[in-house]
Every structure is written in C-alpha cells, then in structure tokens.
C-alpha cells in the first residue's frame, strides 16, 4: 500500500488538479495511464479507499465533498465496508445518519440491505446504538399483521429517543364474523371487555405493545415516548378465548408501515 502522503500520488493529482480537472476526473486520467502501462503512476483501484481519499482530500480539499468520495470509490469497485471506512476516517463530522445515505446514494450503493449497511457503519465505528439509531431511520418497514394471531414481532427495535410512526396502508379484518370488515380503528361499536388485547378500546382496532407497554395504534400512531424495546402488533381481540372462539373465527389481515425519524 503506498504511503497516505506518498509524493508521486500527490503529485500525481496536484498536476491533474492544475490541468483543470475534477476529483473525479483526475482518478480516472490516473487509471487511464496506468492501463498504458504509464511508468511510475500508482493505481487508484489498489492503492486502498482510505489512502485515496486521504490523497484526494490533501490535493482538492474542502471541494471533495464525502458523497463525492464515495462516488468516486464505488466506481473504482470498492466495497460498501472500505468506503465506511474511508469516509468515517477522513470525514470526521459524519455522523452514522450522514454516512448511511451517502452509502445508500443511488450513485452508490442504493440496494445495500439493512444488514449490510448496518455491518459496514459499525465496523467503521460507530457504536451498535449509532447504528441502530440511523438504520430505523434510513430503513421504513412494512409488516402484515394477521388477525388470526396474537402478538406479531415487527422487527423493529423502537429506542425510546427517536419518533416511531406506525401507519396502516392497506387491507382490512374482523374479529367476529358478525361483526364485518374493519381497518386498523376497528368497530366503535364494539368497546372490548377485561381479558381482550386492550381493554376499553374498540375491537378489531391495530394494537402495539413495546416492552410490555401497551397502546392503541388504530390507523395511525407514534410509539409512546420513552417507550423502547421490541415493537409488536395484534388484533384487538379475545386472545384467550374467555368470551368465545378467540382468534379462531377472526379473518384478514392488515398492511402496515413503520418509520422513524429522529
């Protein structure tokens, strides 16, 4: 690996630089070269995404902005991972937010998963709870909630810090034939009694429950504040059976969105 001030480099790009070219320009005139076997030019796909962009910023300063780093690294072919790196390290006011949608960039790496982004922010890092903060936001769920079960993990680890929005999109249920079909608000004419998912609120209406905490989310709804833990989600309804056939007789399903912001 050459080294982060190695004086060909920057040469290199300082006289790219002079000649009026762009960061972006002067990285590919550089790969141009090498490929005609140009004596004593270093290639920009090999050098590592850290010392480039060390190099870059050294020559182009503040007018090398970190998307246009990344964008740069991402045409060259390196991986999400080096570039969170690269940028983490030469950009230190980013924050886990800011890297995730420059990685996320549809000049980047736009179908990076979750997972993925997440893996990459942390080993650039970021601590799991940066991680988590900026994945909830940079990632919007969308969950279908069955009426013929009781409580449904969404996935979502709510924070207790950050807004959790929770909204119905689409579908409808019942929770008793007789009732007919409803949305998320369920049937005001139907108040559920003691031993339902949430008592005193309308039957068949969209319940939340995070860490034991339980709400009426209904059409549309935040995450109470303060509350942090697993965001689950259920029909309101007799889960027991006490009052008769439970979830048994229940039908449909709803669709559901969730996201956060900060």
């Known amino acids: 690996m050459a080294n982060p001030l190695d004086p060909s480099l920057i ?33 920009p796909r090999t050098i590592g995404a850290e010392v480039l962009t060390l190099a870059l910023r050294e020559v182009y300063g503040e007018e090398l902005t970190a998307l246009a780093a990344a964008i740069i690294l991402h045409n060259l072919g390196y991986p999400v991972d080096d570039i969170a790196v690269a940028l983490k390290v030469n950009y230190s006011g980013l924050s886990a937010l800011d890297l995730g949608g420059i990685l996320l960039n549809p000049n980047v790496y736009p179908q990076t998963g979750r997972p993925e982004l997440s893996h990459a922010l942390t080993g650039a890092g970021f601590s799991p709870d940066e991680t988590l903060l900026a994945a909830n936001i940079l990632y919007p769920v969308q969950v279908t909630v069955l009426a013929t079960q009781p409580w449904q993990s969404t996935g979502v680890q709510v924070t207790g810090t950050q807004t959790t929005s929770i909204n119905y999109v689409s579908g409808n249920w019942y929770a008793s034939p007789g009732t007919g079909n409803c949305t998320g608000t369920g049937d005001p004419r139907l108040i559920a009694k003691p031993g339902y998912t949430l008592p005193g609120a309308p039957e068949g209406a969209l319940v939340g429950r995070i860490g034991g905490r339980v709400f009426l989310v209904g059409n549309a709804a935040s995450a109470p504040q303060g509350a942090a833990g697993l965001l689950e989600l259920c029909i309101n309804d007799d889960l027991d059976g006490r009052y008769g056939m439970g979830l048994k007789d229940n039908r449909g399903s709803l669709l559901i969105k969730i996201s956060t912001s900060a």
């Not at 040469?11 to 550089?30: S, W």
Request: proline letters at 3%; hydrophobic letters at 45%.
């Open 11 to 43: 040469a290199a790009l300082q006289t790219q630089k002079q000649q009026g070219a762009t960061p972006q320009q002067a990285v590919l005139n550089l790969e141009l070269a090498c490929a005609g076997h140009a004596a004593g030019v270093i290639n």
